[in-house]
């Protein structure tokens, strides 16, 4: 079997799924995919590569780097696999939100990418982990053909770790997410003074 960097998997193209119920501008895919299409911000967790093969570092806007350890991650692995998700996740929201096309690609386009967006989607759009997780592996199967793809070894989220993680993100969601100020108070809707 292929490493979680190396296989069918990362260069079928163009290796990416359109996660429009997560955000109509989100993407996600495999590490040919920032080559293919036209995104405004890319967030890597692995070198790009151009249509041509070669490492393209320079299609990358945000690198947040770690490894996929396909569900035999240590704890500390973990721990670091979290704190990345959580931070790209964060990346996500803040382009989406200035109303920029996003791709979150890792090496295949199923965990490490697919486990920022699930966390995205559970933070910022008030999904369930399970409920996210079952969507980025339905948009992978039905936009997406490669070698390895199918579960329960193959296709998006099939690492149990990184699946272990969104859930603990939907757990940990009110500590997470910084609560917004309030409006100042200028910008408060004033009451009407006249009679009705």
């Known amino acids: 079997m292929w490493g979680a960097d190396e296989g069918p998997g990362c260069l079928d193209s163009p290796g990416v799924c359109h996660l429009h119920a997560f955000d109509p501008r989100l993407y996600v895919g495999n590490e040919v995919a920032a080559a293919h299409g036209d995104f405004d911000v890319v967030v890597?967790?692995?070198?790009?590569?151009?249509?041509?093969?070669?490492?393209?570092l320079q299609l990358t806007t945000h690198a947040v780097m770690f490894a996929d350890g396909q569900g035999r991650e240590s704890d500390e692995a973990a721990e670091l696999a979290r704190q990345c998700i959580l931070r790209a996740a964060a990346l996500v929201e803040a382009a989406v939100a200035s109303g920029k096309t996003v791709l979150v690609h890792c090496a295949w386009g199923q965990n490490r990418s697919c486990a920022i967006c699930c966390a995205f989607a559970v933070l910022y759009r008030g999904f369930g982990a399970d409920e996210a997780i079952a969507y980025v592996r339905e948009r992978n199967l039905a936009e997406r053909s490669y070698r390895g793809q199918q579960p329960p070894r193959g296709g998006a989220m099939h690492n149990a770790v990184f699946?272990?993680?969104?859930?603990?993100?939907?757990?940990?969601?009110?500590?997470l997410i910084e609560p917004k100020e309030p409006p100042a108070r200028s910008e408060l809707p004033q009451e009407s003074s006249a009679p009705a």
């Open 44 to 56: 890597s967790t692995v070198c790009p590569r151009g249509r041509d093969g070669v490492a393209a």
């Open 163 to 175: 699946c272990e993680l969104v859930a603990r993100i939907e757990r940990d969601r009110a500590a």
